[in-house]
């Protein structure tokens, strides 16, 4: 079964904690995304990778780090830099020759 | 990326096609026309794309007219599942750039 998966799809957050979103995809697309998502509002883009080793950051990337260690696997952190973490977190993968990207189902980030 | 104006909201009766408009007269020679669309707390859901050509495809058709200013995305019989926000982008494939979206509520 193809597709994108991210975990966990709810995660709680304290105080000055870092926490790592997952994102998996087995679709073999080269190019991965994170966007944020907040109520009422579109996504917006944290970061992008193009290719395994190589990411950049995206409109509000500031809080936020990301690694691209193999062509799979594309995972978030949230750092305690980010002030205002709450929000709905998308990944994607971007299917090079139907020239689409492809989302996961989100994972739901709170803080506590 | 081209900059996109959708209406906030629009109704639509079951069985009924769904006309989406959306204007993107900033759009680029080289630009493609997306359209999303997202079902309440779920994953945005690829829908259609275009260059210059209207498509086709199993879930809709998209018309985009010829000076490539505006599009309309059809949905040619709507059910209850379509209710969702739908999202207008004009923009490359590495970058897509999401504005609020159309609201489209399907009604029994």
């Known amino acids: 079964d193809g597709g994108i998966t991210q975990s966990p799809k709810y995660l709680f957050r304290k105080e000055g904690q870092n926490v790592t979103l997952s994102c998996e995809q087995n679709?073999?697309?080269?190019?991965m995304y994170w966007y944020r998502q907040d109520p009422g509002q579109g996504l917006r883009l944290i970061y992008y990778?193009?290719?395994?080793?190589?990411?950049q950051k995206g409109d509000i990337a500031e809080g936020y780090s990301v690694s691209r260690e193999k062509k799979e696997s594309f995972p978030l952190t949230v750092t305690s830099a980010q002030k205002n973490p709450t929000a709905f977190y998308l990944c994607?993968?971007?299917?090079?020759?139907?020239?689409?990207?492809?989302f996961g189902p989100g994972t739901r980030l709170l803080v506590l | 990326d081209a900059k996109t104006t959708q209406p906030p909201s629009m109704d639509c009766a079951e069985g009924r096609a769904a006309n989406l408009p959306c204007n993107h007269s900033?759009?680029?020679?080289?630009?493609?026309v997306y359209w999303y669309r997202q079902i309440h707390s779920q994953g945005p859901q690829y829908i259609i794309h275009?260059?210059?050509n209207n498509e086709t495809n199993e879930m809709a058709s998209l018309i985009i007219t010829e000076d490539r200013k505006s599009s309309t995305l059809i949905l040619p019989h709507a059910t209850l599942r379509d209710t969702a926000v739908y999202y207008c982008?004009?923009?490359?494939?590495?970058?897509?750039?999401f504005g609020k979206g159309t609201l489209l509520t399907v009604n029994p």
């Open positions: 982008i004009g923009g490359s494939n590495y970058k897509l750039t």
């Open positions: 679709l073999n697309h080269d190019a």
């Open positions: 275009g260059l210059k």
């Open positions: 994607a993968s971007r299917d090079r020759e139907r020239l689409t990207q492809y």
């Open positions: 990778s193009q290719i395994v080793n190589d990411f």
């Open positions: 900033t759009i680029s020679g080289n630009e493609y």
